[in-house]
């Protein structure tokens, strides 16, 4: 089938930065991106692309140059449905918060509406991709609620999911890694296939799109996204050991990265990993495994969330310690709130749940984040319900400048990466502080040995 229109139901950090760059990279197809969400779509549709809803790197400018040409970004889910020959689906599928998988489970309830929808607009044969991280067999779901609710025409459920990581999302689109692409294997099934793959083939080479069977090609992103997080939760385990016996933890990640067989990336200790993806996805491959009576394998992958909750806890705890055991009244100051540089997402972040840890502890926190605003913040805060709203806010404030942020607090946590952290005058930041003055660098971030000149009492993680 020769494409020509595409719709993708969800306009958030999947289907935004997707969508903007198949529109880029093929200007022959007119993509219409669609969310219940007004404001969002109103965001996406600003005139200065700036204030986009999303921030990525590179991505305002794509935007700039294909919206009003072939993406478009709109609330009319029906007209965009009707008209496509791919329909995307990218809404968010979040862990279950009751019932049966609760905690575990990813809540299919978004999908599920989208599924619906497609079956009763739908007068044509259509092509329906699963974009959003989904427990292996999703399709089939979807698929038996296209094939019995629908008005007869024909569907083809492929998988294709994203392993774009935020921050880098525009990169990682342009310059995939691989493309992967399930589907059936029947003729049908193949024909789907080769339409999606021909849409990529515009600006990806053909020896990087990688088709499977559908089962494959899902469980496939569970397993990357397994593997990833097992990386850190690795190396986070060795750092809580290196602080104990003198070894450097990026020292010791230097030195087994060189082995090709292991390889650099993806050995940062830090305060945790935080994220849509990670735990979600470990979490549902928990779930699974157990489903299926597999304990030990749930065992097994469930560990790698526990030592992730853990380094969040440690270093917390540690920040208690160190000032004396007590951290009440205190101002402490966050450097970043996201959950990594280059993005506004704070989904999981580490930065939620050390906040939560020392606001338990009557501190006061300071946050500075050049991306985020106070009104999120404080959202992701009140999502935990430990405390009333009321009390987080009196809890919690944020600054737009850092050095205000910084000024007459008794210790600096870094809980994001933010490149701009390394440049600031940090002999002014030790003079406006409260003596003395520490620094807990949850990202190794930091030239620990000029902030120990300057005056300053520091902890990273791993040394
Ligand atoms: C991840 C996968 O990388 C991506 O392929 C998938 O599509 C979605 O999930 P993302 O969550 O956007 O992407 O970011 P990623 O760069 O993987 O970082 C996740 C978390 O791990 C962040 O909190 C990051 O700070 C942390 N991290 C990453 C570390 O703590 N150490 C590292 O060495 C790398
Ligand atoms: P992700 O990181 O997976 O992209 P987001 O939460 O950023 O997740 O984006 C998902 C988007 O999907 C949200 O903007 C939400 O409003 C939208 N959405 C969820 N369900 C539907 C639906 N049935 N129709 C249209 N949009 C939907």
Not at 168 to 186: F, M, Q
Not at 413 to 434: G, N, R
């Given at each position: ?12 950090y ?18 219409t ?62 862990t ?32 329906v991709v ?22 007869g ?6 998988s294709?999911?994203?392993?774009l ?15 992967l ?114 304990n030990?394998?749930?065992?097994y ?9 853990h380094?969040?806890?440690?270093f917390?705890?540690?920040i ?9 009244d205190?101002?402490?100051t ?26 338990s ?10 991306k ?5 913040i404080?959202?992701?805060l ?7 709203s ?19 607090a ?12 390394k440049?600031?005058?940090w002999?002014?930041i ?30 990273a993680?791993?040394?």
């Amino acid at each position: 089938m020769k494409i020509t229109k595409i719709c993708c139901i969800g306009a958030g950090y999947v289907g935004g930065p997707t969508m903007a760059v198949i529109a880029q990279k093929c200007p022959h197809i007119q993509v219409t991106v669609v969310d219940l969400n007004k404001e969002r779509i109103d965001a996406w549709n600003d005139t200065d692309t700036n204030n986009i809803p999303i921030y990525e790197p590179g991505l305002s400018t794509i935007v700039a140059e294909a919206r009003g040409r072939n993406l478009f970004f709109s609330t009319n889910v029906e007209q965009a449905i009707d008209e496509a020959q791919i329909i995307f689906i990218s809404v968010n599928t979040p862990t279950k918060t009751y019932g049966k998988g609760k905690g575990m489970a990813a809540d299919l309830k978004y999908i599920e509406l989208c599924a619906r929808q497609i079956a009763k607009i739908a007068k044509d044969n259509k092509i329906v991709v699963e974009k959003s991280t989904l427990p292996v067999r999703t399709a089939e779901a979807i698929k038996s609620i296209l094939d019995n609710t629908g008005n007869g025409v024909q569907f083809q459920i492929l998988s294709n999911p994203e392993f774009l990581a935020e921050g880098t999302a525009v990169t990682d689109l342009l310059n995939p890694d691989r493309i992967l692409i399930g589907g059936d294997e029947s003729i049908e099934g193949q024909k789907a296939i080769t339409s999606l793959v021909d849409v990529y083939s515009n600006w990806v080479s053909k020896d990087k799109i990688l088709t499977t069977n559908v089962w494959s090609s899902e469980l496939s992103k569970l397993t990357a996204n397994a593997f990833l997080a097992q990386r850190i939760s690795s190396i986070n385990a060795m750092s809580e050991l290196c602080e104990k016996t003198g070894a450097n933890i990026t020292e010791v990640a230097d030195a087994i990265g060189m082995d090709s067989r292991i390889g650099s990336k993806f050995l940062k200790a830090s305060v945790g990993f935080g994220g849509s993806c990670f735990q979600k996805d470990i979490l549902n491959l928990v779930y699974i495994a157990k489903s299926y009576g597999l304990n030990e394998v749930a065992d097994y992958w469930e560990q790698i969330i526990i030592m992730n909750d853990h380094q969040k806890k440690r270093f917390s705890n540690k920040i208690i310690q160190t000032l004396y055991n007590t951290v009440a009244d205190k101002k402490i100051t966050f450097l970043g709130w996201a959950f990594k540089k280059d993005t506004n997402d704070t989904r999981e972040s580490a930065a939620i749940y050390v906040a939560n840890d020392l606001i338990s502890e009557q501190a006061k926190i300071a946050v500075y984040d050049p991306k985020v605003s106070l009104k999120k913040i404080l959202a992701d805060l009140d999502y935990l319900e430990t405390r009333t709203s009321v009390e987080n806010t009196n809890s919690l404030t944020s600054f737009d400048n850092p050095y205000e942020a910084c000024k007459n607090a008794h210790a600096i946590a870094i809980l994001t990466e933010w490149d701009e952290f390394k440049d600031y005058d940090w002999q002014k930041i030790y003079d406006s502080m409260q003596k003395p003055a520490f620094v807990f660098d949850g990202r190794n971030l930091l030239n620990s040995q000029q902030l120990k000149a300057i005056g300053f009492v520091y902890q990273a993680i791993g040394s």
